[in-house]
């Protein structure tokens, strides 16, 4: 009697051991899958001014750096950063505001299939996505094509930073991961309670995909330098005028924002 309560106990501990392990597998492909999959990285954020371009213009960077084939795009008409700083051979304008001008993204990714794009979009522009859905329905035909869409929203301390996100949560739902990226030109990490304290973090973090990362502070004589000379991150290292400590802060900096970057490998596609 006992020994065939043994083998019960232990066919029970076998059936349990190889479920475990058939979970632990299909969790690892899932992983692996989401690894491997395109990525449209959507970077957004409030009013002008919270760092969105910068950040874009720093993971573009990170991008060219790690020689990765991709698709950049600045959609920010008005101030286009991102063109401005790395060219017209690298990036791509688009007017999302001039209705069809925005099918040239969905055209491109589905003609070129690179695993990463970039698209910078400019301030409050939340019913872009509206308008694209409504006549392209963009989720659907971007996972047709083999792209999960991440929503990068680069926030500072004020209340429009959780209202704008609310708004892009609400839109989008579980269809995209999240990304939220805290200018620590704004304060340090600690210091962004509206959002750290707020209702929506705790829903969003119950209900989707989201992770959280800082971006470091660069040194406004430094940023002003490259804003000036309309430089790439890399360019202070060939420009004349660039003295040692410019290229130092550009150096330091770029290690520390792609160190933070990397917590987000997968949502970023730097695996």
């Known amino acids: 009697m006992t020994k065939r309560r043994e083998s019960t106990a232990m066919s029970t501990e076998n059936i349990s051991n190889k479920a475990s392990n058939e979970s632990n597998v299909e969790n690892t492909n899932l992983e692996l899958q989401k690894a491997n999959q395109k990525r449209l990285v ?10 969105k371009s910068t950040f874009s213009r720093g993971l573009l960077q990170i991008y060219i750096n790690k020689k990765t084939h991709l698709l950049a795009y600045d959609a920010d008409k008005r101030n286009p950063q991102l063109e401005r700083h790395y060219g017209k051979d690298i990036v791509r304008c688009l007017d999302i505001f001039n209705r069809g001008e925005a099918d040239i993204l969905l055209v491109n990714l589905d003609e070129q299939q690179p695993p990463i794009a970039l698209l910078d979009l400019p301030a409050q522009s939340s019913s872009f996505f509206e308008t694209f859905e409504r006549e392209l329905n963009i989720f659907d035909s971007l996972k047709e094509c083999g792209y999960q869409i991440t929503m990068v929203s680069v926030i500072s301390r004020v209340k429009d930073s959780v209202s704008i996100l609310k708004l892009l949560y609400e839109y989008c739902g579980d269809r995209v991961d999240y990304l939220v990226v805290k200018n620590l030109f704004y304060g340090t990490e600690d210091k962004f309670e509206r959002y750290d304290e707020s209702k929506l973090r705790k829903q969003m973090k119950d ?65």
Request: net charge negative.
């Open 42 to 51: 959507i970077v957004t954020g409030d009013k002008g001014g919270v760092g």
């Open 207 to 271: 209900k989707v995909a989201v992770q959280e990362i800082v971006m470091p502070d660069l040194f406004y004589k430094t940023y002003d330098f490259l804003d000036e000379h309309s430089l790439p991150f890399s360019g202070v290292y060939e420009h004349a005028k660039a003295n040692l400590a410019i290229r130092l802060r550009v150096k330091s900096w770029l290690a520390e924002f792609e160190k933070n970057a990397l917590k987000a490998a997968t949502m970023l596609g730097l695996e």
